[in-house]
């Protein structure tokens, strides 16, 4: 035996399988929109990695949101709301980073809301079909159930649709049981070395970070379409000595939302712009100077240019 080969089967005596011992991976969280998988991701992961509203569509990317435990390393991906098919290009877009959020996925989890099962949740179940990686279910939202004996029926109706690495009932809001699954994923991670620093917990940088905050508090204060004709961009953020300044600029798609978004007297901006400052603030752990601006890329929800330009590239 030559003595490197000696010296490594030394060392590996020492020290058994220290990386492999760990279980790391992907799990990619999937559903309609609205069953609450961002809300499952942010409370497995014990921070808002993914922002979260009453209306559906609100996640637009596959958001990487990292639990770190001893046993391992779980990376959850969130994704957009799969929905039924539509030609418009944003819808086109979120449905296709929903399917590419299932490519290099370890384990699928397919998130359902308590008591409901809708025409949109079958075509998920349609499209899991194809999927090679084992999926899990998560039936979410029980604290809604108003009667807990009709969870057994409706996991029975569950296990009887596919064949499901398990099925496991939960409330994100309510932290109900969120322990159990992850007892129930990371043994079905596979062996290997972690995918992020230990510090870690999201997977983009921190601009996007902030632009999706802004959008957040829009979308939870505008009604009916207007939250979906929107986007956010970050033009400037500069660390000052002991201010963090930052620039947004909120895209519409016509010249008549402008006025909706801005509100009476500036009022609706306002709001907007110290609820976002002060999440801001408490992310950043400094003051924020917070300027928004409001302008129009013409239907830039149906244009593929403008949804590139945006940062809403096919994946
Ligand atoms: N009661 C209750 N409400 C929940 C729970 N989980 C999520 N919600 C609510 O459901 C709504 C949608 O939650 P999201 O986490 O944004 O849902 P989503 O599946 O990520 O939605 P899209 O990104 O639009 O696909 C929000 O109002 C959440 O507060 C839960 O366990 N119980
Ligand atoms: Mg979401």
Same mark, same amino acid.
């Given at each position: 035996?030559?003595?490197?080969? +000696?010296?490594?089967?030394?060392?590996?005596?020492?020290?058994?399988?220290?990386?492999?011992?760990?279980?790391?991976?992907?799990?990619?969280?999937?559903?309609?929109?609205?069953?609450?998988?961002?809300?499952?991701?942010?409370?497995?992961?014990?921070? +808002?990695?993914?922002?979260?509203?009453?209306?559906?569509?609100?996640?637009?990317?596959?958001?990487?949101?990292?639990?770190?435990?001893?046993?391992?390393? $779980?990376?959850?991906?969130?994704?957009?709301?799969?929905?039924?098919?539509?030609?418009?290009?944003?819808?086109?877009?979120?449905?296709?980073? &929903?399917?590419?959020?299932?490519?290099?996925?370890?384990?699928?989890?397919?998130?359902?809301?308590?008591?409901?099962?809708?025409?949109?949740?079958?075509?998920?179940?349609?499209?899991?079909?194809?999927?090679?990686?084992?999926? &899990?279910?998560?039936?979410?939202?029980?604290?809604?159930?108003?009667?807990?004996?009709?969870?057994?029926?409706?996991?029975?109706?569950?296990?009887?649709?596919?064949?499901?690495?398990?099925?496991?009932?939960?409330?994100?809001?309510?932290?109900?049981?969120?322990?159990?699954?992850?007892?129930?994923?990371?043994?079905?991670?596979?062996?290997?070395?972690?995918?992020?620093?230990?510090?870690?917990?999201?997977?983009?940088?921190?601009?996007?970070?902030?632009?999706?905050?802004?959008?957040?508090?829009? $979308?939870?204060?505008?009604?009916?379409?207007?939250?979906?004709?929107?986007?956010?961009?970050?033009?400037?953020? +500069?660390?000052?000595?002991?201010?963090?300044?930052?620039?947004?600029?909120?895209?519409?798609?016509?010249?008549?939302?402008?006025?909706?978004?801005?509100?009476? +007297?500036?009022?609706?901006?306002?709001?907007?712009?110290? &609820?976002?400052?002060?999440? $801001?603030?408490?992310?950043?752990?400094?003051?924020?100077?917070?300027?928004?601006?409001?302008?129009?890329?013409?239907?830039?929800?149906?244009?593929?240019?403008?949804?590139?330009?945006?940062?809403?590239?096919?994946?």
């Amino acid at each position: 035996m030559r003595s490197e080969e +000696k010296r490594q089967n030394r060392r590996a005596d020492h020290f058994p399988s220290p990386v492999f011992s760990m279980r790391c991976g992907m799990v990619a969280v999937v559903g309609r929109p609205n069953v609450g998988k961002s809300s499952l991701v942010n409370a497995l992961v014990g921070r +808002k990695v993914s922002i979260v509203t009453r209306k559906p569509q609100t996640t637009r990317h596959c958001i990487q949101g990292v639990v770190h435990r001893p046993e391992g390393q $779980m990376v959850l991906v969130d994704t957009p709301g799969l929905h039924h098919k539509s030609e418009h290009a944003l819808n086109r877009y979120l449905n296709d980073t &929903a399917a590419a959020g299932l490519r290099g996925a370890d384990l699928v989890l397919f998130v359902v809301e308590a008591g409901v099962w809708k025409a949109e949740d079958e075509s998920v179940l349609r499209r899991l079909a194809a999927v090679a990686a084992p999926v &899990a279910l998560v039936i979410n939202k029980v604290d809604r159930l108003s009667d807990r004996k009709r969870l057994l029926p409706e996991i029975k109706a569950h296990a009887q649709r596919r064949d499901y690495a398990f099925i496991l009932p939960a409330s994100a809001v309510k932290r109900d049981n969120l322990e159990a699954l992850l007892r129930e994923l990371f043994p079905r991670l596979p062996e290997g070395p972690p995918l992020y620093p230990e510090d870690r917990v999201e997977g983009y940088d921190p601009s996007f970070a902030l632009a999706e905050l802004v959008r957040e508090k829009l $979308m939870q204060r505008l009604r009916q379409e207007l939250p979906y004709a929107l986007t956010v961009q970050i033009e400037h953020l +500069k660390r000052e000595e002991k201010i963090t300044r930052i620039e947004a600029v909120i895209w519409v798609e016509r010249e008549s939302q402008k006025a909706i978004v801005i509100g009476q +007297k500036g009022q609706g901006l306002k709001e907007v712009g110290s &609820a976002a400052r002060r999440e $801001m603030e408490r992310r950043l752990g400094r003051p924020v100077f917070l300027k928004l601006w409001v302008r129009c890329a013409e239907d830039w929800t149906d244009d593929p240019q403008a949804l590139k330009r945006f940062g809403y590239s096919a994946p």
